[in-house]
């Protein structure tokens, strides 16, 4: 079965440009989840959608970070502009209701 | 506000040992706990979720013990294996009408096992 699916894996570019990072949950899921992952803060919920909805983005760092689930099977995470201390890496996770949560491997983002 | 400590932050023990992971919450009143391993440069695995009535959960040489009252979980791991050299989480999913499925991580104990 495939998992969920993140790209790209690593992501490298310069303060100020526009940064997409997209996510492909595993069928059948009805939350999806996304997760910011630094050494010094651990692993942060960013916004998690149920049904394509978007339930709780309490945790979206501020304005120059949105997200969108247009369709049950995509996802993405925009960062614009950019800043050097948006380098993290970058988790979506999905879920069929309250089940365990299962995790892509994430885009490693490096902001210049 | 819910936190969730990990401690220790980093372990190592010689293969063949029998090992403790221990994490703690401040709010007892939780929908959930869970436990999930993260390798190197990967995602993060889920190994057992043990709901708030329940006091533990097993799989395999794994057993996930939780104590709402204290508010504390241990992990034990019978047996080490290089294999099982990771990051171990522990995430508890708050008891919040409508919004259960929000998890409070903690920082993660690293654990090495040498040959």
């Known amino acids: 079965d495939a998992g969920v699916i993140q790209s790209p894996r690593h992501e490298v570019t310069e303060m100020g440009q526009e940064v997409t990072l997209r996510c492909k949950p595993i069928?059948?899921?009805?939350?999806l989840f996304w997760y910011r992952q630094t050494m010094m803060r651990g692993l942060e919920l960013l916004i998690y959608f149920n049904n394509n909805v978007p339930i709780d983005d309490s945790g979206m760092p501020e304005d120059r970070f949105s997200a969108k689930m247009p369709n049950a099977s995509f996802s993405t995470l925009k960062i614009q502009p950019s800043e050097p201390r948006d380098s993290a890496v970058y988790f979506c996770?999905?879920?069929?209701?309250?089940?365990?949560?299962?995790f892509g491997d994430g885009t490693r983002l490096s902001i210049l | 506000k819910q936190e969730v400590t990990q401690i220790p932050a980093a372990l190592s023990v010689p293969e063949g040992e029998n090992l403790v992971l221990n994490c703690s919450f401040t709010d007892s009143a939780i929908y959930n706990l869970q436990w999930f391993r993260q390798d190197p440069g990967k995602g993060l695995t889920s190994l057992l979720l043990?709901?708030?009535s329940q006091r533990e959960q097993t799989s395999g040489r794994l057993n996930a013990s939780l104590d709402k009252s204290s508010g504390r979980s241990t992990l034990y791991i019978a047996a080490s294996q290089p294999g099982d050299s990771a990051t171990y989480l522990c995430?508890?999913?708050?008891?919040?009408?409508?919004?259960?499925?929000?998890?409070?991580w903690g920082l993660g104990t690293s654990l090495a096992v040498n040959p």
């Open positions: 996770a999905s879920s069929l209701s309250v089940q365990p949560q299962h």
């Open positions: 069928s059948g899921h009805n939350s």
């Open positions: 995430a508890v999913a708050p008891f919040t009408s409508g919004n259960n499925r929000k998890l409070i």
């Open positions: 043990i709901q708030s």
